[in-house]
């Protein structure tokens, strides 16, 4: 007897009299009455998982205050009940034994831990905090003008205190963090999105205007093809297969593009291996292929993107350099890769395509060089294999591009993405049902933690955090134009309430501000410890096991006065003075160790990869003397705040006239925060309705704490919607929690419409002009700049409306909207820019096996920064080593590890090489081997299987090893980390690390 999940809930309901009645015994039944009986007397309490970016609901069953059971919510619409293995186990962590019972202390040289109370914890951190502050403010800083002469600034910032983390933690927590760390005057803050999907942002950003996954996990049922490319979604983002197998019931094809071959890969119609960190080179094939066959979408590019516009005269691409690049400093300048201008300051458009000057003449000759057989000499796929990846993609449209990690860690992270980018522009995909690019986030809030700004270079709402060149709000204002000047107004009236007014600029002087020569993004912070950061925060993150050449990590924090850590387990991090080889008496670092509450123990969002903002309530108390990270920060900040009670020193104003009340019933209140983060008319005290009534409001009379989020409690808790009904037929789910902006399901949804407003899809309807009513309407919200706007006038014919041109970019130029044409005044919106080229080009991997044969004098990326000093030789380090994650365990490990399940079901790391290389190294399954680079080694056993192929690379054959990475000293299960060997370069956009590739030799 088959029994589905909705009915075996059915059966549950069957009384013992009925099962026992003489119907006979049925093993479906006598399973659904023990379920029944299991939680019978139980509330039922939604709550999110904790693991990938995926959202899925939880269901947990509480009697008496404990948790009796957890399951899927089959209410979700995400997940629809089903769970992964981890999710599944996740009421292990309620009641683990291994997680700390109270605050702990560690003394400079001692080697255990004191038990400490909260009281006396709070008291000391605020003081070393208050410390550490004074040693290391700076309040003012030597600038260069634009005149070329020197003056001093106001700067006012703490550049000894150092804040990691933020993506574990829910938004309100988050936020909380990016403020309290620009109270106290340090931008040094850095979280878990800079080393997983940075480059997500870094690409998306400057091609549609904003930095996010284009639809939803849901959406992919919509598509009629996928191309899933450095993604095992399958392990990974386990609920994404649920969508893109219910696409394939319909005839969708999937296509795989993967260093190995995955579990995803076994889901496939067309499996690609490549030759990790060439990704550049195929899809540059493929768009080449797209221009060459004309098989591009005529409408879309003239309506939809800036192919018509004309490049400056300027401009050049020879022998892998772009114009103006600057090779004493390793960057670009950007001047010319801008647009020839009219009159007005506006882009000059072409008559046709066969322009010389537009931008589709400029990519055509650009990807002319990417013929199917060198991309076949460079990445290792066969010719004809991507000829056939091509031909599907533009025979199957809508397509989904399907990514992670895999894309977006390496030195070329960027233009990896920016290639999907170009790719889905061409094939008039961006904006549709079924046509994406899917961004799958890695952890439960990172999405969240990016749109609350835990990056150096960033406030909340992707506000650009000032620099010393932008000393004054008009300085800021003319740099990045209007669309900046009215959230950060908004922001800091959020901050700072009634204390910010026009007349002192709203406070604007209260931000630290950066100084551009030392903004170290999340590698790059450790060996600046000891020498310039005193004092850590670490909050959710295992920073020991989830950085490249983490060895790096140790000796920095060895350095530091003062390191605190908050997070559900003793990780890595926590324990770095018993790390293996190193001797506690010769570390005087003090170390905080407070135990955080879990995912269901706190009430707050999280926000998925589709911009899901979701509530839960908590469901369980903290164990033991566990708290909120909401409540450790704001009890931090408070006791902080008390310390400078009575002082006049005007470095002191930010914290003493900051708003900060949260209380309820002695604790924060997330609800609070998130209304905080929502906005306020502050003319009225009224929350905001929604984000355009943010948007029409005089600059000064509203509040928000990140304007993305505008509107999100305006007509009661929209996140907390639980309403799963879905009239549009397209898994849209709009009044199921919110989705930012203003609960847009699909971005740039106005491309899918024609001139006159109406569905180019009529299978796939998500928008459209109503003549009649003069608004725009539809199953989703309008992605267009005024909802009274109609398709005959500027504004709405805008598909990407936060690009300054309003279209979506093949070339990233460099371009503000609204430029004055006297040369004075505010200009309108600044794009978004690639630091290494306004085109995408294939670099070769930091450490490589082969040269780069389209331009073998610039190999490699010319602006990628190398942070590991030690650089390996391929005579010596002959193989490619690339690094993933199993379905069994979560990023570092500090959860899964602690889940004894797990730990049965996956218990330790492995090497995964080929059949061939293992014959050739006398390596048979199950040897011991040892994994070496230039930077380190480790000794795990071999798993030689056929899921990696040997590959030819210039004629050369060649090969891949492949690690997990999920693992570390401590825990219940630790075994050897796969980052000891890793390699620190990064992108240059986005400082994303180059994790996928780097040089090892490997042996018996």
Known sequence: MYVTRRGFLKLSGLTVATFASGLGFDPAV?????????????????????????????????????LIHLEGDPDCPINEGALCPKAAGLAQVAYSPERPQNPKYRAPGADQWQDISWEEAIERIAEKTKEIREKTFKKTEERTNAAGAKETVAVNRTDGIAIMGGAEIDNEESYLLAKFGRLLGTTFHENQTRICHGSTVSALAP???????????QDMQNAECFLIGGSNCAEAHPVSMKWINRARTKGAKVIVVDPRFTRTAAQADIFAQIRPGTDVAYLGAIINYIIENKQY???????????????????????????????????????????????????????????????????????????????????????????????????????????????????????????????????????????????????????????????????????????????????????????????????????????????????????????????????????????????????????????????????????????????????????????????PKDIQTEVFMLPAAFVYEKAGTMANS??????????????????????????????????????????????????????????????????????????????????????????????????????????????????????????????????????????????????DGQPLDPKRRLIWWDAAAGVWTGHDGADVVDLNKGPDTPEGKLAFRMNPEGIGRLFTANYTSGMPVAGKGIPTRMAAQCKDGPMTEMYEPTESPTDNILHPKVSKSPCAPVNSTKIGDPKDYPYVLTTYGVVEHFC????????????????????????NLGSKLGIKDGDTVEVSSARGKVTVHALVTDRLQTYKVNG????????????GFASLSPGPSTNVVTMNSQDPTSGTAEYKCCLVNVRR
């Open 956 to 967: 050369k054959d060649t090969e891949t090893i492949g690690m997990p990475w999920s693992w």
């Open 892 to 915: 570092s490990g500090t959860i899964t590890r602690n889940m004894p399940w797990l730990n049965e079901i996956m218990p330790e790391p492995f090497a995964e090489i080929s059949k």
């Open 610 to 755: 589709g911009r899901y903002v979701q509530w839960k309530e908590a469901a369980l108390k903290p164990p033991n003397q566990a708290k909120p990270d909401l409540d450790i920060i704001d009890l931090i900040f408070k006791k902080v705040r008390e310390l400078y009670a009575g002082s006049n020193d005007p470095k002191d104003a930010p914290i003493l006239k900051a708003n900060w009340n949260y209380d309820h019933n002695h604790e924060a209140s997330a609800l609070k925060v998130l209304q905080e983060l929502s906005g306020y008319d502050v003319t009225t005290g009224q929350l905001i309705p929604t984000v355009r009534d943010y948007l029409k409001a005089p600059i000064g009379t509203v509040s928000t704490g990140c304007w993305v989020y505008a509107g999100c409690t305006g007509k009661g808790n929209l996140c907390a919607r639980r309403d799963n009904s879905d009239p549009s037929g397209l898994a849209l789910f709009r009044n199921w929690s919110f989705a930012w902006p203003g609960n847009i399901r699909v971005l740039y949804n106005r491309a899918s419409c024609d001139a």
């Open 297 to 583: 979408d005529e409408y879309y590019i003239e309506n939809f993107t800036n192919a018509y516009l004309k490049v400056s005269k300027d401009f050049k691409f020879e022998a892998g350099l772009f114009s103006g690049y600057d090779a004493e400093k390793k960057k670009y300048d950007f001047k010319s890769w801008s647009y020839q201008l009219d009159a007005e300051n506006k882009p000059l458009k072409a008559a046709n395509l066969d322009d010389p000057d537009c931008v589709f003449q400029k990519i055509k000759a650009h990807y002319s060089r990417y013929t199917l057989e060198v991309a076949e000499n460079i990445s290792g796929i066969p010719a004809a294999k991507i000829k056939e990846i091509a031909e599907t993609l533009c025979a199957k449209r809508p397509c989904s591009v399907v990514y992670a990690l895999g894309m977006t860690q390496h030195s070329t992270g960027v233009q990896g993405i920016r290639s999907y980018a170009v790719m889905q522009l061409l094939l008039g995909n961006i904006g549709k049902a079924g046509g994406a690019i899917n961004a799958l986030r890695g952890e439960p809030n990172v999405q969240g933690s990016t749109d609350m700004a835990n990056l150096i270079d960033n406030l909340p709402g992707y506000i650009p955090q000032p620099t010393s060149s932008e000393s004054t709000l008009l300085e800021f204002s003319t740099k990045h134009g209007t669309a900046q000047q009215r959230p950060i107004i908004a922001l800091l009236k959020a901050w700072f309430g009634e204390n910010a007014t026009a007349e002192n600029d709203y406070c604007y002087d209260f931000l630290p501000k950066n100084n551009p020569a030392n903004m170290p993004t999340y590698s790059q912070m450790f060996p600046k410890m000891g020498e310039q950061f005193k004092m850590a925060f670490n909050i959710g993150t295992d920073v020991l096991i989830s950085q490249p050449d983490c060895s790096i990590v140790g000796e920095g924090l060895d350095r530091l006065e003062m390191l605190v850590n908050a997070d559900i387990f003793e990780n890595e991090t926590a324990l770095f003075w018993k790390r293996p080889g190193v001797n």
């Open 30 to 66: 006598a399973k659904a009455q023990g379920y029944a009986l299991k939680i019978e007397g139980c509330t039922k309490i939604p709550s999110i998982c904790h693991f990938c970016s995926g959202g899925c609901s939880l269901l947990l069953h509480i009697k008496d205050g404990k």
């Open 207 to 217: 091609s549609f205007g904003r930095g996010a996954m284009t639809n939803s996990y």
